[in-house]
């Protein structure tokens, strides 16, 4: 009656040892193996469960911002520049100095540390960096709404995508949402009459993943600083400034009438809130920018340690920002791919091409990459990719660094746009190895 006896959990988790597997998930494989009642499968559901970690892959899907890929792709560390001028052969394990201010010894606040950088790039007086831009939404009207009214109009009652829909922020942060115009037409006049002892502020919020078209009107942020009442800008996307100085030449035709930091607050908005991880092309971050009066009022409600980010982040953030006041295109990944020409790009492709052989049916295609992350709705940005015969994502995805790459029209799209030129040679081995 009884069946072969089950091998050991403990030899049978041994036996994957080699593919240098932490021992206690290795007995979870096992486990797991044991109970389906193939224990032979123990190295595959081991592999599978190593490769499902959090890990480098390789985002072929010519969408920059990928939210399921941490959006805007970051220098790995041994590429940071840092604020030090010493360097150390082996780097020692040290601290990291988060909040003591080095001239009086003293702690200070880990939020505003890179204020001045923001001064400087975006013309912002004041900043409070969050955990994310839904973070920075919900502080702002938590901390300068609760309990009064927030104009907003019927044609930004946005949803983001993951659960940030305006009026739920709002249901959170006990701010009354009044809301005015209409879905597609929204005047100055709407506000004004809307106005009353109880109003705190006037919210824009920008679209960023959806166009209106046809008749539509709305009321943009130097009009509804006449009001005479803050005026709160959430643009989304994060981008500093909309004449992209950082960038060698103009700013790129994609991004087009996207609200940048510099301009919403030179338009009069007294608060900005942005994302770090769309175009401002750094680390999963939420930006308060603005007057300092309501920063600080921001920074010290106790939802503000809440919603603090850790001093990974911040490091990881001052990095981008000292990226953008160096001018260092090589150290802005996002920007230096999204300003990629198609010439180098074409380049690449047919000298990747040359090192597969042939292999897949491989050819080039011009094809359409996008700023992705909800932010610059409708962007196109030309592109140039590796093109296969048939729906090769799973093969590619098995590799080791996986290739994230999209199907198309019965062929398998490696978009170049969003690849560093440096697995360049290993999209040529992938490629090859493709039967
Ligand atoms: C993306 C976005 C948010 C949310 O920002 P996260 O960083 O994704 O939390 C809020 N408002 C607008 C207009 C956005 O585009």
């Given at each position: ?269 007294s608060l900005v809130c942005a994302s770090g991880d769309k175009l401002l092309g750094g680390p999963q971050a939420g930006l308060i920018l603005g007057r300092p009066d309501l920063v600080e009022r921001c920074g010290s409600h106790p939802l503000a ?90 093969a590619l995805l098995a590799g080791d660094p996986p290739v994230v790459a999209r199907a198309q029209g019965g062929r398998t799209v490696i978009d170049l746009r969003t690849v560093d030129p440096t697995d360049d040679d290993l999209l040529s081995e ?6």
């Amino acid at each position: 009656m009884d069946g072969p006896r089950p091998p050991a959990i403990d030899r049978l988790a041994r036996s994957v040892s080699d593919i240098a597997y932490p021992h206690p998930l290795a007995v979870v494989a096992a486990r797991e193996a044991v109970r389906s009642g193939r224990p032979e499968d123990v190295r595959e559901i081991a592999v599978a469960t190593m490769r499902n970690l959090i890990g480098p892959v390789v985002n072929a899907t010519g969408v920059l911002l990928h939210t399921n890929l941490g959006r805007a792709p970051l220098l790995p560390r041994s590429r940071q520049a840092g604020p030090s001028t010493r360097e150390a052969a082996v780097e020692p394990v040290r601290y990291r100095n988060i909040e003591i201010d080095l001239g009086t010894g003293k702690r200070d606040s880990r939020q505003r540390r890179l204020e001045t950088l923001l001064r400087v790039l975006a013309g912002a007086d004041s900043a409070l960096v969050v955990n994310n831009g839904a973070a920075a939404v919900l502080l702002v009207l938590t901390a300068l709404g609760r309990d009064r009214q927030v104009l907003v109009s019927r044609g930004e009652l946005i949803e983001i995508g993951g659960g940030f829909r305006l009026p739920d922020v709002f249901a959170a942060s006990g701010a009354e949402l009044v809301s005015v115009g209409t879905t597609n037409r929204t005047r100055l006049d709407d506000y004004a009459r809307a106005l009353s002892d109880e109003t705190a502020l006037v919210l824009s919020v920008h679209r960023s993943n959806f166009t209106m078209e046809g008749f539509v009107q709305s009321t943009g942020v130097s009009e509804l600083s006449t009001l005479g009442l803050p005026v709160i800008a959430d643009i989304g996307s994060g981008l500093l400034d909309a004449a992209t100085p950082w960038l060698p030449g103009p700013p790129p035709a994609w991004l087009a009438g996207e609200p940048d930091v510099r301009g919403s607050l030179a338009a009069g908005a007294s608060l900005v809130c942005a994302s770090g991880d769309k175009l401002l092309g750094g680390p999963q971050a939420g930006l308060i920018l603005g007057r300092p009066d309501l920063v600080e009022r921001c920074g010290s409600h106790p939802l503000a340690r809440a919603l603090r980010p850790g001093g990974l982040v911040l490091e990881s953030l001052q990095e981008t920002l000292l990226a953008y006041l160096r001018g260092d295109l090589d150290a802005m990944p996002f920007w230096k791919m999204a300003s990629a020409s198609l010439e180098e790009l074409h380049g690449r492709a047919g000298k990747i091409l040359a090192g597969a052989g042939g292999a897949g049916g491989a050819e080039i295609a011009e094809v359409t990459a996008t700023a992705g992350a909800g932010s610059v709705a409708g962007s196109a940005l030309p592109s140039i990719a590796i093109t296969l015969v048939g729906d090769r994502r799973g093969a590619l995805l098995a590799g080791d660094p996986p290739v994230v790459a999209r199907a198309q029209g019965g062929r398998t799209v490696i978009d170049l746009r969003t690849v560093d030129p440096t697995d360049d040679d290993l999209l040529s081995e992938v490629i090859s190895s493709l039967t």
